[in-house]
């Protein structure tokens, strides 16, 4: 392999440049048919960026990787985390050293800002286990649901086209309780509304008795409800989350480790083809199945 560079410009930090901006998201549609245009209406990229790549004299954007700030809680800690995303290497540029260039700068980057623990989703693990990530196993849970007193539903039904919506989902993220103690997010403001858009078939409702937002699917025979994720500074419990939007189901699949929701389910692997992967300080990895949502997935 050689490290041909010639011709390229490496920079870093250019999303704040509407160009350089631009060039990411071409890259981004170019190699994972991913169009990130969403969050231009959705309050830009996540303020706390950092990212490295390699420009074309063009001012074309032909390799990038990206770290943002996504605190978590393990284990009951709030932990200082980075997530790495945007891993992408056009095809003509590969296979020169780019990838690995950007990720070592990167990760340096992460150690240099005391990053306890650093996450990203991977369908090749084999790329990041040199730098020292592990898979760490995704797991949904599953179980019957709790009986519902009579239903009495107290919900809106959220348009997350619409800005006053947005702007509501806004406030109640900047101040979101974590959905687990095993492993969450304590602030994912981007990455929630991008999913928004990115994540099919899944609603949002307002309960406002709880000042919460619950993102959540089911069957078409309604005999199975899955939550996604709940958005609020105290957590409902399962039970009152039914209620409030009026389902009895006769199951229910949770997508995050549901310790906070007075409701146990049975963890069952996922099997996806994207792997969780974390790189963390000794000992900093979660006591049991878990995943993060699929609203902060990034
Ligand atoms: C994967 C990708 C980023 C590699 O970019 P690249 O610039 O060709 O990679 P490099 O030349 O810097 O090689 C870096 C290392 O990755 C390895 N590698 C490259 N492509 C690989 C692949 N498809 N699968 C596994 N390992 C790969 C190389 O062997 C090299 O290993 P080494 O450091 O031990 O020598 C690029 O092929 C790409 O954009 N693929 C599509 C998107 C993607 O898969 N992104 C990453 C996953 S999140």
């Known amino acids: 392999m050689t490290d041909d560079r010639a011709g390229l410009i490496f920079r870093e930090d250019y999303f704040g440049d509407p160009a350089g901006w631009a060039a990411v998201k071409a890259l981004l549609v170019d190699v994972f048919g991913v169009d990130v245009s969403p969050l231009d209406r959705l309050g830009g990229p996540d303020q706390t ?9 063009s001012a074309r954007c032909v390799a990038n990787f990206s770290a943002f700030s996504m ?29 690995r260039d950007l990720v070592r700068r990167v990760l340096q980057r992460c150690d240099a800002q005391g990053f306890e623990a650093i996450l990203l989703y991977t369908d090749k693990p084999q790329l990041y286990e040199p730098y020292g990530f592990g898979i760490l196993p995704e797991h949904r849970f599953a179980g019957g649901a709790p009986a519902v007193s009579a239903a009495s539903p107290s919900f809106r039904t959220l348009d997350m086209n619409d800005a006053d919506d947005v702007s509501l989902v806004r406030g109640l993220l900047e101040s979101r309780a974590a959905v687990s103690q095993r492993l969450a997010v304590i602030r994912n403001m981007q990455t929630f509304l991008l999913n928004t858009v990115l994540v099919q078939g899944v609603t949002f409702s307002l309960l406002p008795q709880h000042s919460a937002v619950v993102a959540w699917s089911e069957n078409a025979e309604g005999t199975v409800f899955t939550l996604h994720d709940v958005v609020a500074a105290s957590m409902p419990s399962l039970c009152e989350i039914l209620q ?12 995050f480790a549901p310790d906070q929701l ?37």
């Open 244 to 255: 409030a939007i009026g389902r009895q189901p006769e199951r229910v699949e949770v997508l």
């Open 49 to 57: 960026l950092m990212s490295s790549a390699w420009f074309d004299e």
């Open 262 to 298: 007075g409701w146990q389910g049975e963890g069952i692997p996922e099997d996806g083809d994207l792997r969780f992967m974390l790189r963390s300080q000794p000992g900093l990895s979660p006591n049991g199945p878990c995943r993060l949502s699929p609203m902060a997935e990034f």
């Open 71 to 99: 605190p978590l809680v393990i284990d009951g800690r709030p932990v200082k985390a980075a997530a790495l995303q945007s891993g992408a290497v056009l095809p003509q540029y590969r296979g020169r050293g780019l990838f």
